[in-house]
T-cell receptor, first 112, second 115 residues
């Protein structure tokens, strides 16, 4: 099955730094979702995006639906140790299938 | 509280011994699905169901079965588990359709080891 290209695969950052990650697809999407997964737990929804160009925030997290509808970005500002985990995107195509496609994840580690 | 509940959370079993992982959601969602998550491969869909008695194969269905006799339940069945089915499994649900608001809700995961 098709996978989204998510980058970077992993990041090591200092506490207080900002973080950026992105997902790109060869297909046009009408929905982008960003999830965080803690070790041994299920993914938890962070932000959902439904319109091209949409910019949505959730606390220190901000995500954008790219205007080409083939990409999305997640930014975390002023990172803290509890931001550690795996972040991944999911996209829903505009037609033909009800299936979401998932990115392979960005593993984030925050150094205190 | 809206949730997807799967059991067991952790299981070690032997090759060939049939097992079932249960999944239940309390949000009245039509769509349910099973994924497995393996290092470097992300989430891969095993089977999905768009409503009661309607199931279909995902990307990696070999070695698995599912059933959808009730809207809230979607069990995953491994008739004859093999070591390559050792993985972390997630059940998920969402409403049908393509309108905005159809976000996916995941269970907490089931760690399965087949020896």
């Amino acid at each position: 099955g098709q996978q989204l290209n998510q980058s970077p695969q992993s990041m090591f950052i200092q506490e207080g730094e900002d973080v950026s990650m992105n997902c790109t697809s060869s297909s046009i999407f009408n929905t982008w979702l960003w999830y965080k997964q803690d070790p041994g737990e299920g993914p938890v929804l962070l932000i959902a995006l439904y319109k091209a160009g949409e910019l949505t925030s959730n606390g220190r997290l901000t995500a954008q639906f790219g205007i080409t509808r083939k990409d999305s970005f997640l930014n975390i500002s002023a990172s803290i140790p509890s931001d550690v985990g795996i972040y991944f995107c999911a996209g829903h195509a505009t037609s033909g299938t009800y299936k979401y496609i998932f990115g392979t994840g960005t593993r984030l580690k925050v150094l205190a | 509280e809206a949730q997807v509940t799967q059991n067991p959370r952790y299981l070690i079993t032997v090759t060939g011994k049939k097992l079932t992982v249960t999944c239940s959601q309390n949000m009245n969602h039509e769509y349910m699905s099973w994924y497995r998550q393996d290092p470097g491969l992300g989430l891969r869909q095993i089977y999905y169901s768009m409503n009661v008695e309607v199931t279909d194969k995902g990307d990696v269905p070999e070695g698995y079965k599912v059933s959808r006799k009730e809207k809230r339940n979607f069990p995953l069945i491994l008739e004859s588990p093999s070591p390559n089915q050792t993985s972390l499994y997630f059940c998920a649900s969402r409403p049908n359709g393509v309108s905005s608001g159809n976000t996916i809700y995941f269970g907490e995961g089931s760690w399965l080891t087949v020896v």
